[in-house]
């Protein structure tokens, strides 16, 4: 297969090394469901297209995702069941085939449904249904089951013609994702000042002292303290039910131990990038640090609903949480930090937060070359 083209196989291979569905120990359950699942949101996609055509952004490129969504748990399902992906298009045993030899290759703008391209969508639906209605979580005989997988691969290649999308653009877009998410090798990117002068970095460590003190008017409110000296604000909850949101400077930190970023710490530290004049304003700015300070509340509040990640490990995070989390920062730096390292970072802060809840107090360790946060008892 040449570097140039993607064979089925070959993508079958990429796509194994992030299913996560094995782990789960109930046969073709999970792949079958989600295959079933990105056909629904492929169907709603173009509903909402047809219903509100000018408050759509980005359908071409949601349909794109969609398809190869949509590939990735039909070649997770093949896998399960022994099958390759080339033997579901009619390739010899043993061989693989590539992208380019099941469709044309050619790719246009997708503008408005067409009413094929909703019944070929309506078929599609139909043969995951039929699947999903015979498959009972065993193996099952291996003939029918690849007569029913090519049906699915037959459909979703016409949807992905009508739809004028080449398949191989969204297995390609489809693998870079996962390796965004769930990599074989994590590698950490650059800290955003390494060229900075050192007064300008974010202290690669750092301890800061967290704790509540009791005030006047019977409120309770958070202190911080680094190297003997008072930092920030006081802080209360400002909400009208109390939840230990004064502890959320935290995250900030989080963001900027594992990360390398945060315009709130710079500006807590003193630490913002004043030697190139763009920088200072654009990235370590107001604004970045109101766009900051949304990411920390928006997270808090869906990690609220899940006892901040008690029980969450490394790749378990909504990969939608983790995604929305990146659409906030769209245009600053940190945009192009990878999912993975987003988790990182959300991971270790609500660790932290936990830490505080509970003890109401702790000392909080940077290590930012080491891209890690960690929070220890603060002596009395």
């Given at each position: 297969m040449t570097a140039l083209s993607l064979g089925l196989n070959e993508y079958q291979i990429l796509a194994s090394r992030s299913d996560r569905t094995r782990d789960k120990g109930n046969g073709f359950d999970l792949p079958v469901l989600g295959l079933v699942g990105e056909v629904g949101s492929l169907l709603s996609e173009v509903k909402k297209r047809q219903r509100d055509k000018a408050a759509i952004i980005g359908y071409e490129q949601t349909v794109l995702e969609e398809l190869g969504d949509t590939l990735w748990y039909l070649a997770i399902t093949a896998d399960h069941a022994g099958i390759k992906l080339a033997a579901l298009a009619g390739a010899d045993p043993g061989s693989d085939l590539p992208f380019t030899a099941l469709q044309p290759q050619h790719s246009l703008p997708l503008n408005t449904p067409s009413a094929q391209f909703e019944k070929t969508l309506l078929r599609l639906t139909a043969a995951t249904g039929e699947l999903a209605a015979e498959v009972d979580g065993s193996h099952g005989d291996g003939i029918f089951l690849q007569t029913r997988l090519g049906s699915v691969l037959t459909h979703l290649v016409q949807a992905a013609n009508e739809a004028e999308v080449l398949l191989e653009a969204a297995a390609r877009a489809n693998i870079q994702k996962t390796e965004d998410r769930w990599p074989q090798e994590r590698v950490y990117p650059e800290l955003f000042d390494s060229a900075f002068p050192s007064d300008e970095q974010l202290p690669r460590t750092l301890e800061i002292d967290i704790y509540e003190r009791d005030a006047s008017n019977d409120k309770r409110y958070v202190l911080q303290s680094c190297n003997g000296l008072f930092i920030g604000d006081r802080l209360t909850d400002n909400i009208m039910e109390p939840d230990d949101y004064r502890f959320h400077d935290v995250f900030h930190y989080a963001y900027a131990a594992v990360l390398g970023w945060s315009p709130v710490t710079r500006a807590l530290l003193k630490r913002k990038r004043k030697s190139k004049a763009r920088v200072d304003e654009g990235e370590d700015g107001a604004r970045a640090s109101l766009i900051e300070e949304g990411v920390a509340?928006?997270?808090?509040?869906?990690?609220?609903?899940?006892?901040?990640?008690?029980?969450?490990?490394?790749?378990?995070?909504?990969?939608?949480?983790?995604?929305?989390?990146?659409?906030?920062?769209?245009?600053?730096?940190?945009?192009?930090?990878p999912l993975w390292l987003w988790e990182e970072a959300i991971l270790q802060g609500n660790h932290a937060f936990r830490y505080l809840r509970e003890n109401r107090r702790g000392r909080i360790k940077l290590a930012v070359e080491k891209r890690s946060l960690s929070i220890e008892e603060l002596p009395r």
């Open positions: 509340t928006y997270v808090f509040g869906i990690a609220k609903d899940f006892d901040f990640f008690a029980n969450q490990k490394p790749g378990d995070l909504s990969l939608t949480l983790l995604k929305n989390v990146r659409q906030f920062v769209r245009g600053y730096e940190v945009h192009t930090s």
